[in-house]
T-cell receptor, first 110, second 115 residues
Framework: KQEVTQIPAALSVPEGENLVLNCSFTDSAIYNLQWFRQDPGKGLTSLLLIQSSQREQTSGRLNASLDKSSGRSTLYIAASQPGDSATYLCAVRGGNQFYFGTGTSLTVIP | NAGVMQNPRHLVRRRGQEARLRCSPMKGHSHVYWYRQLPEEGLKFMVYLQKENIIDESGMPKERFSAEFPKEGPSILRIQQVVRGDSAAYFC?????????????FGPGTRLTVT
């Protein structure tokens, strides 16, 4: 059974810092990996989708990498802003469903 | 193009009542997924449906929970005889097809509170 872990559970950084969020998964037989952002009381906003054949994806200040063989992904956020404060979720697709981690709660301090 | 719609956004039920959660997928999407997010836990897959067909219900509790996606109208997640442990956020996602490379697009969720 796929298990997805995200470390750290919470992170607080000053505005302007670059940061890395980590995601690990136990079964490397995945189709793709998706990073989401969840604001308090809200739904999920898709940030980046990486197919299993890809190594990384970039969108603006975000860069996500995937190392399927080692079961790891990282989300890099450059020049963090207070508006980046949210919970970041990693999800891997195996079969019909996504398996989610419990998220990293990010606070960017102005 | 409207995104995935869920209603109601908040639902309060007393123990023993029924809860009906609705999900309208994005236009052109014929595949719907339901997930549950318990307090302090990650999202857990419940069920995957196509129009008039349940594809995978491996995450659904064996009793009291059912889901449908009729030919016309929204997908419905139904919880009978709710208990306090059913209090959670229920999210619906949709996708345009079965290809595993496609993204799932999530709705805003329905927050169910059982009193």
């Amino acid at each position: 059974k796929q298990e997805v872990t995200q470390i750290p559970a919470a992170l607080s950084v000053p505005e302007g810092e670059n940061l890395v969020l980590n995601c690990s998964f136990t079964d490397s037989a995945i189709y793709n990996l998706q990073w989401f952002r969840q604001d308090p009381g809200k739904g999920l906003t898709s940030l980046l989708l990486i197919q299993s054949s890809q190594r990384e994806q970039t969108s603006g200040r975000l860069n996500a990498s995937l190392d399927k063989s080692s079961g790891r992904s990282t989300l890099y956020i450059a020049a963090s802003q207070p508006g980046d404060s949210a919970t970041y979720l990693c999800a891997v697709r195996g079969g019909n469903q996504f398996y989610f981690g419990t998220g990293t709660s990010l606070t960017v301090i102005p | 193009n409207a995104g995935v719609m869920q209603n109601p956004r908040h639902l309060v039920r007393r123990r023993g009542q029924e809860a009906r959660l609705r999900c309208s997928p994005m236009k052109g999407h014929s595949h719907v997924y339901w997930y549950r997010q318990l307090p302090e836990e990650g999202l857990k897959f419940m069920v995957y449906l196509q129009k008039e067909n349940i594809i995978d219900e491996s995450g659904m509790p064996k009793e009291r929970f059912s889901a449908e996606f009729p030919k016309e109208g929204p997908s419905i997640l139904r919880i009978q005889q709710v208990v306090r442990g059913d209090s959670a956020a229920y999210f619906c996602a949709s996708s345009p097809g079965t290809a595993v490379i496609v993204e799932q697009y999530f709705g805003p969720g329905t927050r169910l509170t059982v009193t």
